[in-house]
């Protein structure tokens, strides 16, 4: 049986890696430059990372408000020749300016509600006056020019 090796005076000992060997071999300013080096490059690779992300992001955005914005369009479309019809309807009951003027009347009054339902929200929103009251709550000597005489 030769090849086998029963005996036990040999130990076994991995092979040195290449970065053991320089930890041995060189000196420690010059291992942490390395690291500095290779954290500033990790660093660079990050942001240049974010840019593309952001860059595809942003991209994505355009895209999507674009396609909103044509949606928005053609929607003004339909409610003008739903009107437009509307009013051509009317105008076999009660005449072509009588039509109008009640289709008129009709967007003017869902403007209304549009418009005090919008004024009702915005006066709901409370950002700056949350905020002055957190500032009254600090102390005074807290506040500057407190300690000005």
Do not use: C
């Amino acid at each position: 049986m030769s090849g086998i090796h029963t005996g036990g005076s040999q130990a076994y000992e991995p092979s040195h890696t290449t970065a053991e060997d320089r930890a041995a071999n060189e000196s420690l300013g010059s291992l942490l430059g390395d690291v500095t080096r290779n954290l500033s490059t990790l660093m660079r690779q990050e942001l240049e990372l974010a840019k593309a992300e952001l860059r595809e992001s942003g991209t994505k955005a355009g895209k999507g408000a674009g396609m909103l914005g044509g949606a928005a369009i053609a929607g003004h479309f339909v409610l003008l020749f739903l009107s437009l019809a509307l009013m051509w309807g009317l105008a076999e009951l009660v005449g072509p300016g009588w039509s109008a003027v009640i289709v008129a009347v009709i967007w003017g009054i869902i403007a209304a509600v549009l418009a005090l339902i919008g004024k009702k929200e915005l006066k709901s929103v409370r950002g700056l006056p949350v905020t002055a009251e957190t500032v009254k709550d600090i102390p005074p000597t807290l506040k500057p020019g407190a300690n000005t005489p």
